[in-house]
């Protein structure tokens, strides 16, 4: 019998002693031990840097240089303090995004390492999917897109860190970006864009200027109807061919006497074996609604205010 051990190295985890084939099994981290909590940590932190990597870049590259160059000029509280802050990091395009897609990638990457330590294959296959899916992608975009400006203020020192740390990469690649995609990344309209704009631009700021006789039709071309009709076929067919969703009632003969208005859509559903008058329909809140009356020389944001009330 041989006193020694002739033994070769097959592979990382396997050895063959005199024709005897040796496999190390992969050692699980049970919950007693301090390693398992220390993955686990280490994990959900993972988590939380791929979500916050992945939040940053749909939050902050959605934000716009000449929307922040307004905000920061002519803001208001914190509005302007977050738009100040954040307009030089947004303006380094392809640096933010380089650094903010390789912290992700690292995050992502590095998650399977410390979970296949506590737990087999399958839970760490269903585990990595959920977590990815909703702690670093749909929470943290949601998130991000509706208050991107604020996040990004906050996390400004993270994101400064991060871009510090990953320059050696990042730096590289950010320039090679801007060699060939160029660094002008601000909005650009067109001349039929720009035009519609201003267009609107200018309508709200004629709101203050504009009264209500300036905009209304005047009563006399108005589609109304007396209280003394009947709503047979004819005044339906009328009513039908204005094309108007509200139509205006008046007492007799007076045009000027107005009652309020009735509601075209109730008009088509209200059922009646014969032809209903219009003073039977003013009596159903359905069909029947008051109108307010406003001076010719209010204002249209005044309308416009009594048109959100539900008033109208």
Known sequence: MSDFINCLILSE?????????????????????????????????????????????????????????VLSDSGTGETKRFAKRLFPIIKQHHWLLVTLLLGNAACVEAMPLFLDRVSDPVTALLVSVTAVL???????????????LMIGYYCS???YAFMAVMSP??????????????????????????????TII????????????????????VFMLSDELTLD??????????????????HGENRGDIRGHLLVKMLLLFESPASP??????????????????????????????????KS
């Not at 909703?134 to 991107?148: D, H, M, N, S, W």
């Not at 801007?178 to 650009?188: R, S, V, Y």
């Not at 200018?202 to 071309?221: F, H, N, Q």
């Open 134 to 148: 909703f702690f670093g992608e749909v929470i943290p975009q949601a998130l991000c897109t509706r208050y991107g």
């Open 13 to 69: 985890n396997d050895l063959l002693c005199n024709g005897t084939q040796y496999h190390l099994a992969d050692h699980k981290a049970k919950p007693e031990d301090a390693l398992f909590w220390i993955y686990l940590c280490i994990y959900a932190l993972l988590v939380l840097g791929a979500g916050l990597m992945s939040g940053l870049t749909i939050g902050l590259l959605s934000l716009d240089l000449l929307s922040l160059k």
């Open 169 to 198: 990469i990042a730096f590289p690649i950010s320039k090679l970006l801007d060699c060939i995609l160029g660094t002008d990344h601000e909005t650009a309209f067109k001349r039929e864009e720009l035009k519609s704009l201003v």
């Open 202 to 221: 200018r309508g709200a700021l004629e709101l203050t200027s504009v009264t209500a006789g300036d905009a209304c039709t005047p009563i006399e071309k």
């Open 277 to 310: 008058s219009v003073q039977e329909l003013m009596t159903n809140r359905k069909c029947f609604r008051e109108m307010p009356f406003v001076k010719s020389s209010a204002q249209l944001y005044d309308l416009l205010r009594i048109f959100r009330q539900g």
């Open 233 to 250: 076929s004819s005044t339906r067919q009328r009513i039908m061919q204005s094309a108007h969703s509200r139509v205006p009632v008046y």
């Open 157 to 159: 020192p993270i994101v």
